[in-house]
């Protein structure tokens, strides 16, 4: 793999306002996204995953520019993205495409797919004239659909062919990067599996990279590379796929994967079931965010906010945001609250 860095993010912030009174003054923050950091580099598939509301998507629209972010930084390949004006960012947006979670309202219903994959060609002017008619239909056969299927509106495909449109058109202007936001999670699980695999295809034959957000644990298995774990707006842990698999440090993650359905039904696993609801991102806890649901959490939890740090038997770059990583892992830090929901099943 690639260790060039192609997109580098930086205490990443958005922050959306809260309308009050009769001047519509802004009385206070949907702090949606706060002071997230990560580094994706060239030919990987980096997923973030959380529960809804944890700040995934907002993410994703935030580094594309979708959503103006509120402050910290986006640099793609060199280049920094909030710096550009209107102009230069469409350009740059050649090479930054998203895949959206619905694939029926992402598409225009009055255009045919031919339309929604030309207007991409011209308006980026990647391919010529002459040479786009060809080029739909090579895109159409790439992403297993029949070339005369072009000229048909998205209302004439199921959800899983709308998908691969979706795609398609993505793919039509030659990026280097794609965000997926939760693009296979409507679809059914056969479907999953074969867009996935289109996806992973187009990787290898491309060398495409990914930002992937997703809540489904064991699609982040099959696609990933390095993972992130979000949760109220925040980074608790990040690593490689094996190492947050088989060894995640932080609560939340713990609780997170314990969800997973295992398939063997003799098989005894634990599962964690976290007390109480994800807080409001208006109104977020002190120090750390989880503290309210961890049963770990103590007095420090409550007054500081823990930073992504490593220890010596972690594998190099996985980090976790929690104040007691190691006395966690070796049993020294035992549970402040009832683990009476803590279960074998």
């Known amino acids: 793999m690639s260790q060039k860095e192609l997109l580098k993010i930086n205490n990443l912030k958005q922050y959306f306002p ?3 009174g009769v001047f519509g003054r802004t009385v206070n923050n949907v702090k949606a996204v706060d002071d997230v950091t990560f580094t994706i580099y060239e030919g990987e598939t980096v997923s973030v995953v959380g529960e809804s509301g944890c700040g995934k998507s907002t993410t994703g629209r935030a580094i594309l520019r979708l959503d103006e972010p509120t402050a910290g930084e986006v640099e ?12 230069d960012m469409r350009k740059m947006r ?12 992402s598409l225009n219903p009055r255009q045919t ?17 002459k040479d ?28 899983g062919q709308r998908q691969r449109i979706g795609i398609a058109r993505a793919l039509s202007v030659d990026p280097k990067l794609i965000i997926c936001d939760e693009a296979v999670s409507a679809l059914d699980v056969s479907i999953q599996a074969q867009v996935l695999n289109l996806l992973k295809k187009f990787q290898d034959e491309m060398n495409l990279t990914y930002l992937f957000i997703a809540h489904d644990l064991g699609v982040v298995r099959h696609i990933s590379d390095r993972i992130i774990v979000m949760y ?3 980074i608790v842990e990040i690593g490689d796929k094996k190492s947050i698999f088989n060894n995640p440090q932080h609560p939340y993650t713990k609780a997170l994967l314990s969800a997973i359905p295992v398939p063997d039904p003799d098989k005894k696993t634990e599962r964690i079931f976290l007390q109480g609801d994800v807080p409001s991102p208006i109104d977020p806890p002190s120090g750390c965010r989880f503290h309210t649901r961890c049963p770990f959490a103590t007095e420090k939890c409550v ?22 990583i190691r006395e966690i892992e070796s049993g020294e830090h035992k549970p402040t609250r009832d683990t009476s929901k803590v279960r074998q099943v």
Do not use: W
């Open 18 to 20: 809260i309308k009050g």
């Open 76 to 87: 793609f390949d060199g280049t920094n993205v909030l710096g550009l004006n209107k102009k």
């Open 94 to 105: 050649k090479d930054m495409q998203i895949i959206f979670q619905d694939p029926y309202a």
């Open 113 to 129: 797919v031919r339309q929604t994959l030309v207007e991409a060609m011209d308006i980026q002017n990647v391919v010529p004239k």
């Open 132 to 159: 786009r008619a060809n080029r739909v239909s090579e895109l159409m056969e790439t992403v297993g659909l029949q070339p005369h299927q072009a000229d048909r509106f998205p209302h004439e495909f199921s959800g």
């Open 232 to 234: 109220l707006g925040k």
């Open 303 to 324: 007054e500081e906010t823990p930073e992504l740090r490593d220890e010596d038997y972690m594998d190099g770059g996985h980090q976790a945001a929690c104040h007691y």
